[in-house]
């Protein structure tokens, strides 16, 4: 019984460190009804370089905790391009409508 406890753990734990790893940024868009081509892959560009601008700082001199977006989104921003570009066809039309 504890070897089966520790499977459920150890997979509940696992799936809780990958699940940033998800191109979750294009996931989110698509739920929230953002039809336009690569907007996942915009927004985690912009997390990721909002460290850097003037504008990005003034955030984050606000609301500290929005830099710990900053690993995820750096992370996140290759599989959302992936993601992104896969469903470029479906996004294409439905903008077009």
Do not use: N
């Amino acid at each position: 019984m504890r070897t089966r406890a520790r499977k459920i753990v150890g997979l509940g734990l696992a799936a809780a460190l990958l699940a940033p790893l998800s191109g979750c940024a294009s996931t989110l868009a698509q739920v929230d009804g953002h039809h336009a081509p690569y907007t996942g892959t915009a927004v985690d560009a912009a997390i990721a370089v909002g460290p850097f601008t003037s504008e990005g700082q003034h955030i984050i001199a606000k609301a500290p905790p929005v830099l710990l977006l900053w690993p995820v989104a750096l992370a996140d921003l290759p599989l959302s391009l992936a993601l992104d570009t896969v469903t470029l066809p479906v996004q294409l039309a439905r903008s077009s409508r």
